[in-house]
T-cell receptor, first 114, second 112 residues
Framework: GENVEQHPSTLSVQEGDSAVIKCTYSDSASNYFPWYKQELGKRPQLIID?????GEKKDQRIAVTLNKTAKHFSLHITETQPEDSAVYFC?????????????FGKGTHLIIQP | DAGVTQSPTHLIKTRGQQVTLRCSPKSGHDTVSWYQQALGQGPQFIFQYYEEEERQRGNFPDRFSGHQFPNYSSELNVNALLLGDSALYLC???????????FGDGTRLSIL
């Protein structure tokens, strides 16, 4: 089955700086890669996603890049703000022949220092 | 427009008991997936329901079973509860399989 590795487990950045979180996946058949933000005690919230036919996608301060050859994808957050503090999860799916549960990484705790 | 709703929000059971958790998908969504999230971990996929059938299953024992109703709502049943079943159980819905999944707030299950 699919295996998703996520790094780092904790990331502390100064407010206004950029943050990058990296994930690798094992199953070359995976074709969908979402990112979720989970604040303490709340639901995971979909913040951006990318499919394997696209190399990069941006939404305001958030961007995701995908390297299919190397089987890794990254989340980039620019001009970080205090409200960006949360746990971020990457996930992969698409190798299930049309029925697609997500395989998640272990999460990155992003801390924005004022 | 209501999002994904789950009930109950919290539940306390003892070992060996059985539990049923419920999920109503977001309006317009027909696919429901269930996940187990242990403290400090990422969600783990349990199974997915579409057209009232289980279409894919993660690495969970047969003690975990489910159902999807004609109105697309879903139930997760867990039999013979173990201490290790204590976790947050999340339901996610989507407009079809392999489409973006949106999560509910979850049910916090504690096994004593």
């Amino acid at each position: 089955g699919e295996n998703v590795e996520q790094h780092p487990s904790t990331l502390s950045v100064q407010e206004g700086d950029s943050a990058v979180i990296k994930c690798t996946y094992s199953d070359s058949a995976s074709n969908y890669f979402p990112w979720y933000k989970q604040e303490l005690g709340k639901r995971p919230q979909l913040i951006i996603d990318i499919r394997s036919n696209v190399g990069e996608k941006k939404d305001q301060r958030i961007a995701v890049t995908l390297n299919k050859t190397a089987k890794h994808f990254s989340l980039h957050i620019t001009e970080t703000q205090p409200e960006d503090s949360a746990v971020y999860f990457c996930a992969a799916s698409g190798s299930g022949g049309g029925a697609d549960g997500l395989t998640f990484g272990k999460g990155t705790h992003l801390i924005i220092q004022p | 427009d209501a999002g994904v709703t789950q009930s109950p929000t919290h539940l306390i059971k003892t070992r060996g008991q059985q539990v049923t958790l419920r999920c109503s998908p977001k309006s317009g969504h027909d696919t429901v997936s269930w996940y187990q999230q242990a403290l400090g971990q990422g969600p783990q996929f349990i199974f997915q329901y579409y057209e009232e059938e289980e279409r894919q299953r993660g690495n969970f024992p047969d003690r975990f079973s489910g159902h999807q109703f004609p109105n697309y709502s879903s139930e997760l049943n867990v039999n013979a509860l173990l201490l290790g079943d204590s976790a947050l159980y999340l339901c996610a819905s989507s407009q079809g399989p392999n489409q973006p999944q949106h999560f509910g707030d979850g049910t916090r299950l504690s096994i004593l």
